[in-house]
């Protein structure tokens, strides 16, 4: 699935675009922003004293980019028991996910509001106000769901309906049409929504309501008492910082963050973006992601991209962990890259059970022609699939999407002899 050109999406109907004035860190523009991080302290100082409250203004529509923006606001920042205040019109259902764990992960609560900036200072901080006047529609309640402790101020909206595929023909849903390929793709992150929606520790039902609410009908409001029953609000208070890491340390935490773990920069990408990082003094643009086989987990992997010399092709590694079956111990014999109509080989330099573990890891190298990285990083970025075969036969087929693609290797590539 090629998910450059069709992205699994929430929208939003309407009436919910002009339900309430936008917040004022977004701005006067048709076309939906997308989600900035900003760190603020209530204001004014003189109004609220010794008891100014510290939050993560998380203000615009869920985008593809939107784990990398996050992944850069968190570097050089402790959030662990911070709340973050949302006022979202929703967006991509994977980039949400993605942000929704990292949310959990990181210990933080969660609450819907809009973040008024006001006027800068001789001081550092930024100053705000902070009102119910907000939004958080479509995938919105999905991240608003993964703070330890999460709030939902009575005159704020929230809403839900079915995600969707979009398409050429996506703003007429009676007339979109999907392929074999983009059904398949959609059931499998509707499922991945479904278990995200239990790792959070919400109702099924919140699920239950967005899935049964068609594009054609008007958004789904939630009622108070739905928003309590589904888990969307399980305090009075995010604020309260004990509270929240109290909260924090009996949280179940999220299934990415115990499968993969950070890069080399201290990223906390995991399996949700393409970043660039460096390395021994060399930039590289690198993803992490998991290896699973008939949607089962049985590892993880790396897979890197850095310059060649001069004229000469990129060159790609790939860096594997597997379980192993007891019993067995078949080395990884090939790793293919195909996509685009290019296919590139990778050697296999080494795979070898891990010192008393039940575990492969395999290391494999080669290099991809320019022809084929302008193919992928044309159009904001395309996808691709890595391919693996073991000793015995055993397939896996993974498609490592677009996520954070093309900024990673404009940052990369700028450091690269042409």
Not at 282 to 306: A, C, D, H, N
Request: glycine share 8%.
């Amino acid at each position: 699935m090629q998910r450059i050109a069709f992205v699994l999406r929430f929208s939003l109907i309407g009436f919910a675009l002009i339900a309430y004035p936008r917040s004022s860190l977004a701005q006067d523009s048709n076309e939906p922003r997308e989600m900035s991080f900003e760190w603020v302290r209530e204001g004014p100082a003189e109004k609220c004293g010794t008891h100014c409250r510290e939050w993560v203004a998380a203000t615009g529509s869920i985008m593809p980019e939107t784990p990398q923006r996050f992944a850069e606001f968190t570097k050089g920042r402790d959030l662990r028991g911070a709340v973050m205040v949302l006022d979202s019109l929703g967006g991509s259902l994977e980039s949400g996910i993605w942000l929704g764990r990292e949310i959990r992960r990181l210990g933080m609560a969660t609450t819907v509001g809009e973040t008024t900036l006001l006027p800068s200072d001789s001081s550092s901080e930024r100053r705000a106000t902070l009102s119910d006047r907000a939004v958080c529609t479509s995938m919105c309640p999905f991240v608003l769901l993964a703070g330890v402790l999460r709030n939902v101020p009575k005159g704020v909206l929230v809403s839900v309906h079915q995600p969707f595929i979009r398409t050429q023909q996506y703003k007429d849903a009676m007339t979109s049409i999907y392929s074999t390929e983009q059904w398949v793709t959609m059931q499998r992150e509707l499922g991945e929504l479904a278990s995200y929606t239990i790792e959070m520790g919400g109702d099924i039902g919140l699920f239950g309501t967005a899935t049964r609410t068609p594009r054609w009908e008007a958004i789904r409001p939630l009622t108070p008492e739905e928003i309590r029953r589904v888990g969307l609000s399980n305090t009075e208070n995010v604020f309260d910082k004990a509270a929240v890491q109290a909260a924090a340390k009996e949280a179940t935490r999220p299934v990415a963050s115990l499968l993969l773990g950070p890069t080399d920069s201290g990223s906390t990408l995991g399996a949700s973006a393409w970043t660039t990082v460096e390395r021994a003094g060399v930039k590289i643009m690198t993803r992490q992601y998991p290896l699973t086989m008939q949607g089962e987990r049985i590892g993880s992997f790396e897979i890197s991209l850095t310059c060649g010399a001069a004229g000469d092709p990129y060159k790609m590694m790939y860096v594997e962990t597997r379980r192993l079956p007891e019993g067995t111990a078949y080395r990884l014999g090939a790793v293919s890259i195909a996509g685009q109509g290019h296919v590139a080989i990778l050697h296999v330099e080494s795979s070898s059970r891990k010192m008393q573990k039940a575990e492969l890891e395999s290391v494999a190298r080669g290099v991809v022609s320019v022809d084929f990285i302008r193919a992928l990083t044309r159009d904001g970025g395309r996808s691709f699939t890595v391919g693996t075969t073991t000793e015995n036969d055993v397939k896996t087929s993974i498609v490592v999407s677009n996520t954070g693609l093309s900024k990673s290797f404009a940052d990369m590539d700028a450091s690269c002899s042409h």
